[in-house]
């Protein structure tokens, strides 16, 4: 199991790309819900009111194990799937891609709407930063204050990120490691309890 995965920024990454005058413009964007995604779809179809079609895929997760393609009436698997295609192909994830079109009064066929919707995605990513991320986990340790030296002499050596601390009679903190790393940190801070 690796503990990496691939996102885009919070840039959003933008595409064009044109055929027998039907316009096609993709949007690429950073999400980590599905209401985020639900409200993102609902700004381009007011904003983009007059378009033909809105159409989208998104990945989330880690593990990529949640998605889901639109293809707003467009012939089934035309577009939402060349555009989820483009996703998978650049092993991304925590992404949507929504690609509007305006159509051009020319029909452009089953193929023609694929390479068209594919090519509008794989311009969005081109214009996006792709970051590679770490699936964490957080860690929750209480301890006694005379502790304090030892435990944040672990937090210097391993480097979590410090999410909460609660330093009184009995003190707290909670921290964020790289999954690979999280059994060290707790065998670490555990063998504290037994110094």
């Known amino acids: ?5 691939q996102t885009i920024s919070s840039k959003i990454g933008e595409g064009y790309y044109t055929d027998k005058r039907s316009k096609f413009l993709a ?59 483009q996703i998978n192909s650049n092993n991304l994830t925590d992404i949507i891609i929504v690609v509007v079109r305006y159509y051009g009064g020319v ?8 390479v068209a919707y594919k090519t509008a995605a794989s311009e969005a990513l081109k214009n996006s930063d ?7 986990e ?3 340790y209480t301890f006694t204050y005379p502790m304090m ?10 480097e979590p990120k410090i ?13 964020s ?3 690979s790393k999280s059994d060290l940190l707790k065998k670490k801070l555990q063998q504290l309890s037994f110094e």
């Open 130 to 136: 792709i970051l590679t991320k770490h699936v964490e």
């Open 138 to 140: 957080e860690i929750k």
């Open 27 to 85: 949007f690429a964007h950073h999400v980590t819900s599905v209401d985020q995604i639900k409200e993102i779809v609902a700004q381009y179809h007011k904003k983009y009111y007059d378009a033909r079609h809105v159409c989208y895929a998104y990945m989330l997760g880690a593990n990529r194990d949640e998605f889901r393609t639109y293809d707003d009436s467009e012939p089934s698997s035309t577009a939402g799937k060349p555009i989820l295609g």
């Open 149 to 158: 030296n030892d435990v944040m002499r672990i937090v210097k050596e391993m």
């Open 163 to 175: 999410v909460s601390q609660n330093f009184d009679t009995t003190c707290s903190i909670t921290l």
């Open 1 to 5: 199991m690796t503990d990496e995965y």
């Open 177 to 179: 490691i790289r999954k």
């Open 107 to 114: 029909n452009l066929g089953t193929s023609g709407l694929i």
